[in-house]
């Protein structure tokens, strides 16, 4: 009962669940709407992951940004794979356990995206 009313809240308002036994990854239209809704978000042809390329003016924002992630990650216990370098940070989600996209991946993005849009 608390998933259905989980899902039908926007995805900045859910918290990412633990991932129960047998879960199947998202279904390639699921994907398909949510990254409609996610800025700058991109998917392989298989929909196996997400990711973004984030830019930025030095590496101290970088390193604010990855910092800022990993906090969000720590607190959500769903972790993105990041990559970094003096300007630019990629962030790839997936849910391992699935080997494919669920409903945390979605939320973690729409969360990390949220980071900057105070900045803006």
Request: contains cysteine; charged residues 15%.
């Amino acid at each position: 009962m608390s998933h259905t009313t989980q899902t039908e809240k926007p995805l900045e308002q859910q918290f990412c669940q633990p991932i129960e036994k047998g879960t199947k990854p998202l279904i390639i239209p699921v994907i398909e709407s949510h990254l409609s809704q996610l800025q700058g978000w991109e998917s392989p042809i298989n929909y196996s992951e997400i990711s973004k390329t984030f830019t930025f003016k030095n590496h101290l924002q970088v390193i604010s940004f990855i910092n800022a992630v990993a906090w969000l990650a720590n607190k959500e216990d769903h972790y993105p794979t990041t990559c970094f370098d003096y300007n630019t940070a990629t962030i790839t989600l997936t849910t391992q356990s699935i080997k494919g996209l669920s409903l945390n991946d979605m939320i973690i993005a729409t969360k990390i995206n949220a980071l900057l849009k105070e900045q803006s």
